[in-house]
């Protein structure tokens, strides 16, 4: 089993429509969580923290779930720009430092 | 251009042969990570350096892979003995840390093709 686990998708959507992101991870002993952004052919770049109280950034929402060990990303009112490969990432405790990531879930966003 | 910067950005190979990737990381980052990512997959951990010493490395990397980071600036990863199967794309990232909260920044990333 991965050590983080995502569905790869694709997600396609309609511009407007809400989507909504689920990952799994393996060890419950993990201590920090995040989501990047990776788009085609291009490097990934840090979307969000997750807190455990859960954290929103404009149209994007984090929750954490440490009973269940899942994460998820919450996107409303997608625009076309939001097409991208959205990355689970998580930092096991006693792992060392090393950020761990999972597959990516693909979403596309259409007119 | 002060980000993370990776050369060569494709490199072409025939298999045997080594290889070696340069990273420049953004100057104040004290860590640096090297990644490697295959179509369709997630990002996966090869290594890391806290200023100049290695300080973890992936079971998964065999002994033909090797990273230096010699004053605590730049970093450099070799892979001898090229294999088909080490084609992909090696990501190098740095961050600041600052508490739990650490932000990386990547480069580009150099694309390896081992023919």
């Not at chain 1, 788009?39 to 969000?48: A, F, G, S, T």
């Not at chain 1, 149209?59 to 779930?65: D, I, K, Y």
């Not at chain 1, 689970?88 to 966003?109: M, P």
């Not at chain 2, 088909?84 to 150099?110: H, I, P």
């Amino acid at each position: 089993r991965k050590e983080v686990e995502q569905d790869p998708g694709p997600f396609n959507v309609p511009e407007g429509a809400t989507v909504a992101f689920n990952c799994t991870y393996s060890n419950s002993a993990s201590q920090s969580f995040f989501w990047y952004r990776q788009d085609c052919r291009k490097e990934p770049k840090l979307l969000m923290s997750v807190y455990s109280s859960g954290n929103e950034d404009g149209r994007f929402t984090a929750q954490l779930n440490r009973a269940s060990q899942y994460i998820s990303l919450l996107i409303r009112d997608s625009k076309l720009s939001d097409s991208a490969t959205y990355l689970c990432v998580v930092r096991f405790t006693g792992g060392g430092n090393k950020l761990t990531f999972g597959t990516g879930t693909q979403l596309k966003v259409e007119l | 251009d002060t980000g993370v910067s990776q050369d060569p950005r494709h490199k072409i190979t025939k298999r045997g042969q080594n290889v070696t990737f340069r990273c420049d990381p953004i100057s104040e980052h004290n860590r640096l990570y090297w990644y490697r990512q295959t179509l369709g997959q997630g990002p996966e951990f090869l290594t890391y350096f806290q200023n100049e010493a290695q300080l973890e490395k992936s079971r998964l990397l065999s002994d033909r892979f090797s990273a230096e980071r010699p004053k605590g600036s730049f970093s450099t990863l070799e892979i001898q003995r090229t294999e088909q199967g080490d084609s992909a794309m090696y990501l190098c990232a740095s961050s600041l840390v600052s508490g739990e909260n650490e932000k990386l920044f990547f480069g580009s990333g150099t694309q390896l093709s081992v023919l």
